[in-house]
């Protein structure tokens, strides 16, 4: 028997915030016969584990399931193989739902027909203070195609089941893997929207993201990301002329990761001879022509952008030393 809703929490070392996401889920006004929380710990070491079977055996709606650490994809895509919801939306588990706004958010799903919803995110910090960041997301009740429409790649996102289909969510994309999850559904999409009423709140807390994404487990990452999206176009939209234009700002994020993250912050020749072979490959040079705007010489032999960048940094040190 299908619901309408599906909710996906990935849970892993977030025993201070758990049960604050959770309630926040489970005292919304939806009914909780028209939906379910797939809550899937994935081998967190603390008492996470605890809290999950404690909320799963005093809210029906809740289902704890139990995996060793595999990773965030792992757990979420856990969750789409379980998931019955006509509509599936995604919770990180140290986040949290504004009170009362998940009924609203869903009828306004379900009134327009829509493939994918982009709600509204109010960021926060540890004491819950507004954070003045904004993640609007196109015009709110204004419905896009897929290719038309702005995109952006955080969890609280709501999609047609049915346009989710088989897509899962990538492994060996440490960081990234929403996004490459995300084009390709909207790539899928006919209907998508944006609603600006409140809804979630993003978390902001520190951590050593700003660190892991200059390992060079992150290279490889962000570079199986750009296979992942080439192989999906060609796969299902080769010859479509507006999907060319979606795919290429989806590829241009990731190469812009990899040229702040890796090629200017470490000037590696191994990183710039492989990127350089990558785009001639899949005759993608137009795409370093742009990012060269921002990053002078990226798109020149390596000799030449080394030395072009050597001779920022000593400017950049000079004006720091006057």
């Known amino acids: 028997m299908s619901l309408r809703l599906s909710i996906i929490v990935p849970v892993y070392n977030v025993e201070p915030y758990l049960e604050s996401c959770l309630q926040s889920i489970v005292t919304q006004s939806l009914s909780?016969?028209?939906?379910?929380?797939?809550?899937?710990?994935?081998?967190?070491?603390?008492?996470?584990?605890?809290?999950?079977?404690?909320?799963?055996?005093?809210?029906?709606?809740?289902?704890?399931?139990?995996?060793?650490?595999?990773?965030?994809?792992?757990?979420?895509?856990?969750?789409?193989?379980r998931a019955r919801g006509r509509v599936i939306t995604f919770v990180d588990s140290d986040d949290a739902l504004?009170?009362?706004?998940?009924?609203?958010?869903?009828?306004?799903?379900?009134?327009?027909d829509l493939d994918v919803l982009y709600t509204h995110i109010q960021a926060v910090d540890e004491t819950q203070q507004p954070r003045g960041l904004d993640w609007t997301t196109g015009e709110d009740n204004v419905v896009c195609d897929g290719f038309s429409h702005p995109r952006r790649s955080f969890p609280a996102t709501f999609y047609r089941a049915s346009?989710?289909?088989?897509?899962?969510?990538?492994?060996?994309?440490?960081i990234g893997e929403d996004t490459v999850f995300n084009l390709k559904v909207q790539a899928f999409a006919q209907r998508v929207s944006y609603c600006s009423l409140p809804y979630y709140r993003y978390l902001l807390r520190g951590n050593s993201?700003?660190?892991?994404?200059?390992?060079?487990?992150?290279?490889?990452?962000?570079r199986k990301a750009l296979d992942e999206i080439v192989d999906f176009q060609k796969a299902h939209f080769l010859e479509?002329?507006?999907?060319?234009?979606?795919?290429?700002?989806?590829?241009?994020?990731?190469?812009?990761?990899?040229?702040?993250?890796?090629?200017?912050?470490?000037?590696?020749?191994?990183?710039?001879?492989?990127i350089t072979r990558w785009v001639r490959e899949h005759q993608k040079e137009s795409l370093l022509v742009q990012l060269s705007a921002t990053y002078p010489a990226i798109h020149r032999p390596y000799v030449v952008f080394w030395l072009i960048q050597h001779g920022l940094r000593w400017k950049q040190r000079l004006r720091t030393l006057l």
């Open 209 to 222: 993201a700003t660190k892991a994404v200059k390992t060079d487990k992150a290279y490889r990452g962000f």
């Open 240 to 274: 479509h002329k507006e999907a060319s234009h979606y795919f290429d700002a989806q590829l241009l994020l990731f190469l812009d990761r990899i040229a702040m993250h890796h090629l200017v912050y470490s000037l590696k020749a191994s990183y710039f001879n492989d």
């Open 163 to 174: 346009c989710v289909g088989t897509i899962r969510f990538p492994h060996g994309i440490p």
């Open 32 to 81: 909780p016969s028209d939906y379910e929380v797939l809550v899937i710990n994935d081998g967190s070491p603390d008492g996470c584990a605890a809290i999950l079977d404690r909320y799963a055996q005093r809210y029906p709606q809740i289902i704890a399931l139990h995996q060793e650490n595999q990773g965030v994809s792992a757990a979420r895509n856990a969750g789409l193989d």
């Open 98 to 112: 504004e009170p009362n706004s998940l009924h609203a958010v869903l009828e306004r799903f379900e009134a327009a």
